[in-house]
């Protein structure tokens, strides 16, 4: 390993422009491949991508690249969830006890936008569009493409190849497809899809609702989300079965069983979306799934990150964040191991691999608690209690989804363990009405405290830890 190595990264996605603007910033000379147009002077993500959420994890790699105040400039806070219900009753959830914890709303456009912009600035990067890899020879760090633009095909040799090329990953499938060691793949896919449309805003240019949080109408088997933008609409996505379920995407095939369907289930939601019928059918059906695979690495020639390693359905808000970890972490191993680039990957991996393999079960649990489980009675107890013991205990309690989405320096398998205890212990504390009787809030916390504990060790004991 030496800064004279020539770094080839596919992929000038979130991921791929923040490992190019970071690697610059260490010195190494880096070419990114990018199969779209340059999305700074091509519209290419319109109902293409879902809203992101910018939190802790994501904003601490911002900040080791030194783009974190330029992030934040383009954020719009949320607080918490606002919840519809189908009556079009609303009630509020706070994300967090602290009152300086919230998750953002950001244009993943504009802030990929801003990731190139400051990753060119370094005159040892350069990056290419319309260049679509095909193929990568892992054993030669050969990759070759194929030019939108002259439909020529061409090969580039690199010494080390990274693959943030996306869930699709050409890199990814190349480790397989070459059969040169033992690699494990899986994709599992949600039976829901998604599709986005638009709450424009007013005459105004304001909000039409409330712009501090993040709506959901759930529904139990399907949901409806929006997020605000910066120009006063709402990025809106519709969660539903592809074809399962009384209501589907397969079956919603008329103006007239749209517009039924959203007055039905979704009606305060209808009223703010003029073009429904048009939007529903021009905008396109994505698909959700997980994919997890091993080793991410091969040899000291190539190494998979991002969506490409790790890819996550939506729910948890961390699919960018965990993505943005991946160069964080990669980071600090360059730290440790610099001079070696397969120690540097075998490190990387042994220490990322578990944390990643969380976070995508976590978002698959967060699904259902979106959809369903934020209108149960007991689970809105429980918050209610969750937020009481953060706001009076803001350095000793926090709840699953803060060690998530709010502590930067706990891993998410840590926190997936330990949050899930904790829900475990308080929603059988409710729900069995333990703390009826419990009016001081220490007395709560040392209950709960034990309770996790408790818990922690049974699951330690059968092996679930």
Known sequence: MNKKDNILIIGAGLCGSLLALRLAQRGYKVSVYESRPDLRITDISAGRSINLALSDRGFKALRLAGVEKKAREICIPMYGRLIHDIEGNTFASNYSGRADEYINSISRGDLNGILLTEAEKHENVTIHFNAKCTSVDIENTIA?????????????????????????????????????????????????????????????????????????????????????????????????????????????????????????????????????????????????????????????????????????????????NASFEDVTVLDEVLNEHEGDWSVVFKAYQERRKQNADAIGDLAVENYYEMRDHVANPIFKEKRKLEMALEEKFPNDYFSKYSMVTFNENIGYHEAM?????????????????????????????????????????????????
Not at 286 to 296: E, I, N, Q, Y
Not at 422 to 451: G, P, T
Request: aromatic share 12%.
């Open 417 to 465: 363990t330990k949050g899930r205890a904790q829900d475990k212990a308080l929603l059988n504390m409710v729900a069995h009405h333990d703390l009826d009787a419990i009016s001081d809030l220490n007395e709560v916390l040392k209950k709960v405290q034990e309770e996790t504990n408790e818990i922690l060790e049974e699951d330690k004991v059968a092996g679930l830890k």
């Open 144 to 320: 070759h493409f194929k030019s939108y633009t002259t439909k020529e095909e061409f090969s580039v040799d690199a010494d080390i190849i990274f693959g943030t090329d996306g869930a699709g990953s050409v890199l990814r499938k190349s480790y397989y497809l070459e059969k040169k060691f033992l690699f494990s793949y899986s994709q599992n896919y949600l039976t829901h899809g998604y599709k986005e449309l638009e709450i424009p805003a007013d005459k105004n240019g304001k909000h039409q609702i409330s712009k501090d949080h993040l709506h959901i109408w759930p529904r139990g088997k399907y949901m409806l989300i929006a997020l605000p933008n910066l120009d006063g609409s709402f990025t809106v996505t519709l969660f539903l079965g592809h074809e399962e379920g009384e209501y589907n995407f397969k079956e919603l095939d008329s103006e007239e069983k749209i517009k039924n369907f959203f007055q039905k289930q979704f009606p305060d939601a209808l009223e703010f979306i003029p073009n429904i019928a048009e939007e529903f059918a021009n905008n396109p059906t994505g698909a959700l799934g997980t994919v997890k695979c091993s080793p991410w690495y091969y040899k000291g020639n190539t190494l998979l990150m991002g969506d490409a390693a790790h890819a996550v359905v939506p729910f948890y808000g961390q699919g960018m």
